[in-house]
């Protein structure tokens, strides 16, 4: 009770900074070891297709930590949800690292989504509890720029060490980053949701609030473009490896380097934005973001049907990839502005499309003898939900 009484932290940039290590468990769990896949198929002795399934059933993990976490921390309150889930990411990150076959890899790899997505959704909940408006959509866009290091240093990281260490040092090096999110949980952050403002608990309960969510329309269109948007981006992420090193012959160091200048610039845009919703309404940039992604989605499609060619590929992917930083923080703030009172479970229905949209693209856009034009038609499917969706939000907003 005492601890509950405390006063709510203030959303310091030290405080925000550690938040962002905690959200960043998708990036380093995803990028870190993409410059390792062939490898891995050779090593375990098996197909890319079963290594893919590495990235799906981490992306299946992140969506199940945040459905069940989420809602639960609306009851039982982030703290101490945060750092068991932090435990959870280092004893199973090193899991992957000691696994003997695919079967235990993969399972391994759930088991880390299941960790690393219950620390995304708290520490986004975490924001949703100690800002709001305009504040809220200028933080989650902070938290963004942050989240920023993670994508421009794992790939790069990852190609660089693959050579020397193995997939498997790669594992041990993302070992590290969970205890370093640990440290955070248990150091850094303090409980952000008071007794006082928690939901009743129970499976009644909970079931009553996601009614609550789901039955929100304006919830359910920022939710849309927040997950689909994201399917653009991933649909680029998974088929990226094969596409840069295999059809476009670029080595490991070269690919790294594209995929961290892809992410400085999301980082980018999210400072961008950051500065832009002090005077711009949110919903606007996030409509001109995602029809600027389905451009370039479109772009990409008909230059892979005639190709395709790097020096198309590189530019047009980097503004597609970076208008990412114009629609995760704005849709995430707009949305959960929608279930303000039930933030926990906002957010986890909103990290849930995210990464489930991310598992049904992943095996997806690598079929096929042409992985460029399988990515584009990916791009140009989620851009256009994202697009849909957004509209649906902007129609009907309940505060």
């Known amino acids: 009770m005492a601890s509950a009484e405390k006063p709510r932290q203030t959303l310091t940039w030290p405080l925000l900074a550690g938040l962002a290590l905690l959200s960043a468990g998708g990036p380093f769990g995803t990028d870190l070891y993409l410059p390792g896949l062939p490898r891995i198929a050779a090593d375990l002795g098996t197909s890319d297709a079963a290594v893919q399934l590495t990235l799906s059933s981490f992306m299946l993990g992140m969506a199940a930590g945040q459905v069940f976490i989420g809602p639960l921390s609306d009851s039982l309150g982030r703290h101490k949800l945060l750092v068991i889930s932090a435990v959870l990411a280092v004893v199973s990150s090193a899991a992957c690292a000691l696994a003997p076959n695919i079967a235990v890899l993969i399972g391994a790899r759930a088991a880390l989504g299941l960790g690393m997505g219950a620390c995304v959704v708290l520490s986004r909940a975490s924001v949703a509890d100690l800002a709001e408006g305009k504040m809220a959509a200028k933080a989650f866009s902070l938290l963004m720029m942050i989240m920023g290091v993670a994508p421009i ?98 080595s490991p160091l070269q690919y790294g380097l594209c995929f961290g200048m ?58 597609a990839v970076s208008q990412i930083g114009f629609v995760m923080g704005n849709a995430t703030a707009l949305g959960t502005s929608q279930v303000r009172r039930i933030a926990g479970t ?4 909103m990290g849930a499309a995210q990464f489930l949209t991310a598992s049904l693209v992943s095996p997806l856009v690598v079929l096929g003898s042409n992985t460029a034009l399988s990515m584009a038609l990916g791009m140009v499917v989620c851009a256009s939900l994202a697009n849909f969706g957004a509209a649906i939000g902007g129609r009907k907003s309940v505060a």
Not at 194 to 222: D, E, H, I
Not at 346 to 349: D, K, M, N, P, T
């Open 346 to 349: 906002g957010s986890a229905v």
């Open 262 to 319: 892809n992410a400085a610039g999301i980082t980018i845009a999210s400072f961008l934005n950051a500065r832009l919703v002090e005077k711009t309404d949110p919903h606007a940039i996030l409509r001109r973001a995602l029809l600027g992604m389905l451009l370039c989605a479109v772009a990409l499609l008909i230059d892979a049907l005639v190709g395709p060619h790097l020096f198309v590929v590189i530019p047009v992917l980097f503004v």
């Open 153 to 250: 240093l794992a790939p790069v990281v990852g190609s660089v060490l693959v050579e020397p260490i193995g997939w498997r040092g790669l594992f041990w090096v993302l070992t590290g980053v969970a205890a370093a999110q640990l440290a955070v949980a248990v150091l850094l952050v303090r409980e952000s949701l008071p007794v006082s403002a928690r939901s009743q608990s129970g499976l009644a309960q909970l079931g009553r609030n996601f009614r609550t969510a789901l039955g929100n329309r304006a919830f359910l269109g920022y939710t849309l473009a927040f997950g689909a948007g994201f399917g653009t981006m991933f649909s680029y992420i998974a088929a990226s490896a094969y596409l840069f090193q295999t059809e476009l012959g670029l």
